[in-house]
């Protein structure tokens, strides 16, 4: 990589990702009919918490601030593994669909850490309840990802999402497809996005992600609102590259195609939660599951 393929290399998922929340709420008004914030409002809104002071129980703990700040530098690291276009990928070793997967799983944990550390029930409940959801989405993830080792040979999201990404759709397009709709359903699950979870609710009892935060305020609480947006970068990126069955060649070019295609999973995502309503927490688990078994059925295709 050249000096510039580095520097977007930083400065995309450093930089855009609060621009993709703008997008989903702004799709979501125009749907509603209503001409909703800006598009820039996740931007002030991060201004407006850096420039607070920060409120914490004394009962808390070292865990309580550590939660935030491992949050967002393992999504920083798991976005920075996912190619970006023909740039590839700023970390990229045998093996990193794993380190992937498992950066963010880190990040996850600290949160329910954190959350735990309040000793408030209703962060545990959230907490307990990230935890089980986030256990049934890890398998559709991992056949979503085993679809692109069979298909590609290869153990590096970057090798398995470059220049051969087009032959592997010509060899393996059912599979990539169905591989495509279970990372889908699991970007709405891990992000906290409806029908899974309701980012704006403010009930304890019908919340997930949002009530494992509520004690946070200020610098750390726009750490995690930083942290999610990145977070959701890196699960659309991957879907993106996934979904796409061409590759661009040139630097600037890659990044601009990359970019357009997270604008267009910004307005999917609004627009599924225009039109679905969040489900009941029982039926949570069978739509992870049906996530998993599309990806069982993309990689059957692929032995068969």
Not at 110 to 135: K, V
């Amino acid at each position: 990589m050249t000096a510039s393929d580095v520097v977007l290399a930083i400065a995309i998922p450093l930089l855009f990702p609060p621009l993709m929340l703008g997008v989903v709420t702004r799709t979501k008004a125009r749907l509603a009919g209503r001409r909703g914030p800006p598009l820039l409002q996740p931007y002030y809104d991060l201004l407006r918490l850096l420039r607070k002071g920060v409120v914490r129980s004394r009962t808390t703990s070292w865990v309580f601030l550590a939660g935030p700040v491992v949050g967002l530098v393992t999504a920083c690291l798991a976005a920075a593994i996912v190619p970006l276009g023909a740039n590839g990928a700023l970390l990229s070793f045998p093996g990193d669909l794993i380190a992937f997967a498992y950066l963010l799983g880190l990040g996850r944990f600290f949160t329910i850490a954190a959350a735990l550390d309040t000793g408030s029930a209703f962060e545990g409940m959230g907490a307990s309840r990230e935890a089980a959801f986030s256990c049934l989405a890890e398998p559709a993830a991992f056949f979503a990802l085993l679809v692109l080792v069979k298909l590609s040979g290869a153990y590096s999201l970057g090798s398995m999402l470059g220049p051969d990404l087009p032959d592997l759709w010509a060899r393996g397009a059912p599979s990539l497809g169905l591989a495509s709709v279970s990372l889908f359903v699991v970007l709405l699950a891990e992000n906290s996005r409806m029908p899974f979870d309701d980012p704006t609710t403010h009930l304890e009892l019908t919340m997930i992600h949002e009530v494992m935060v509520l004690d946070h305020s200020g610098p750390p609480f726009a750490l995690i609102l930083y942290g999610s947006a990145i977070k959701l970068f890196a699960y659309g990126l991957l879907l993106a590259r996934v979904a796409t069955p061409f590759h661009v060649e040139g630097a600037a070019l890659g990044a601009g195609v990359a970019l357009c295609e997270l604008l267009g999973i910004a307005v999917l995502i609004g627009v599924v939660e225009s039109v679905m309503a969040r489900l009941r927490l029982l039926r949570v688990p069978s739509l992870l599951v049906g996530a998993s078994l599309l990806g069982a059925f993309g990689v059957l295709l692929l032995v068969g």
